[in-house]
């Protein structure tokens, strides 16, 4: 069972009876409203070299959610990224045993470790700089400078590694399985970012041993800010940041 099956086991009975009332999809996040209020948040993977971004005959306003959702299983990334913003509309109330507070304070990075960082957040990048061992940060392309690797290089580093970060994008451009799958020694894997689904239950036999993401608080807000093209660090204004043990 993959990621996909396993995250439409959890959430497909949550979406019985619910449809999509509103979404937006703007040009760093999409956001999605289901009845009864509840909205999640997707980062927009847009793929190049199309002239049709969606489908004319596909809509999603009024539809039933448990018939978007099946876009996890699609091969069109805008479609995944709505359906995973469905998901997390469908998660975002429930009540779980969350730490909150700074990923770092959950993971207690030591000296001796050497992390792999899959995905560039530059916040949490420039924290661990100087405070471990080793810094690896992989991202898509060429190597873009000093300490930034190419995604080829993972297959030598990410067995190495003992401190994991994943960005949740990996999810939408379904490469998280196979990075997982290279994963050998890690005593933490962190999933993180505003498109991690909160559902501990769908990683449970994955390495992954921590979710760090986001419950919308402010949905207003979080539309607006995403109509207007805005990145994360607008968008946190309107959110709770979470972390959840898996």
Known sequence: MTLYDR??????PLARGKVIERLCIGLGY???EISGGQVGLAYTLFESGCCEILPKELTFWGKPADLVLRGLLSSHSLETTIALATVNALLNNRELSFLYGDTLSVISPKPEDEVAMVGYFEPLARKL???VKALWIFEKGERHGPGLLSEAEMPEYLPRASLVFITSVTLINRTL???LGQIKRAREVVLLGASTPLAPEVFRFTPVTLLSGVRVRQ????????AEAKGFPALKEGL???NLRV
């Open 129 to 131: 700089s100087g405070r």
């Open 7 to 12: 995250l439409l086991e959890v959430t497909l």
């Open 177 to 179: 399985e196979d990075i």
């Open 30 to 32: 999409t956001a999605v």
């Open 219 to 226: 949905k207003e807000r979080i539309f607006r800010l995403v």
């Open 240 to 242: 709770e940041k979470v």
